[in-house]
Antibody
Framework: EVQLVESGGGLVQPGRSLRLSCAAS????????MHWVRQAPGKGLEWVSG????????AYADSVRGRFTISRDSAKNSLYLQMNSLRVDDTAFYYC????????????WGQGTLVTVSS | QSALTQPASVSGSPGQSITISCTGT?????????VSWYQQHPGRAPKLIIY???DRPSGVSQRFSGSRSGNTASLTISGLQAEDEADYYC??????????FGTGTRVTVL
């Protein structure tokens, strides 16, 4: 089945770090750009970061630039999000999504992983 | 990176048509054809329903259609059905090579 599966979420204290992973299956990972989108509980969607198929183009939302790092590993068909200096307002469900190109629509979504930042 | 503006809620009776607006600027909605719409039911991941302003993915009902005028994109749901009750979000590529979502619209079927 074509799918994306996120992992790595959990409870973390403010100021600490967390690394999210997204495993892609049953499609050619290198054919797609990948993105992270988050949603605070009861709130709207917020785009977080995107990376092109070859990692040559990377973009971040202002709210996470300098704290979060997106990366991908073709050998493992995986996408990552390294989150440092976490803040309470980073609490959200984090979704992994794919797009044919960086600018294109998000045509496949994972089920999300919950990150809770709290002391 | 301000969120695109959508109405907080829209409602309609079964069989009616409703339209959701998504207002941005000429640096996002008005500047690129990369406008898409997503449907999200409670507790579920979002689902793509419109891309490139007015294209529909295979498998998505023809009752969903998209359009754009200037800096405002619109999603129209015709023949409203109970299953259409959900949250809807627009998204656009931006001149800063980032992406931006709309504020979201809750659709209620009366």
């Amino acid at each position: 089945e074509v799918q994306l599966v996120e992992s790595g979420g959990g409870l973390v204290q403010p100021g600490r770090s967390l690394r999210l992973s997204c495993a892609a299956s049953e499609f050619t990972f290198d054919d797609y750009a990948m993105h992270w989108v988050r949603q605070a509980p009861g709130k709207g969607l917020e785009w977080v970061s995107g990376i092109s198929w070859d990692s040559s183009r990377i973009a971040y939302a202002d709210s996470v630039r300098g704290r979060f790092t997106i990366s991908r590993d073709s050998a493992k068909n995986s996408l990552y999000l390294q989150m440092n200096s976490l803040r309470v307002d980073d609490t959200a469900f984090y979704y992994c999504t794919r797009a044919r190109f960086l600018e294109f629509e998000f045509d496949l979504w994972g089920q999300g992983t919950l990150v809770t930042v709290s002391s | 990176q301000s969120a695109l503006t959508q109405p907080a809620s829209v409602s309609g009776s079964p069989g009616q048509s409703i339209t959701i607006s998504c207002t941005g600027t000429n640096s996002d909605v008005g500047g690129y054809n990369y406008v898409s719409w997503y449907q999200q039911h409670p507790g579920r991941a979002p689902k793509l329903i419109i891309y490139d302003v007015d294209d529909r993915p295979s498998g998505v009902s023809q009752r969903f259609s998209g359009s754009r005028s200037g800096n405002t994109a619109s999603l129209t749901i015709s023949g409203l059905q109970a299953e259409d009750e959900a949250d809807y979000y627009c998204n656009s590529y931006t001149s800063a090579i980032t992406r931006v979502f709309g504020t979201g619209t809750r659709v209620t079927v009366l």
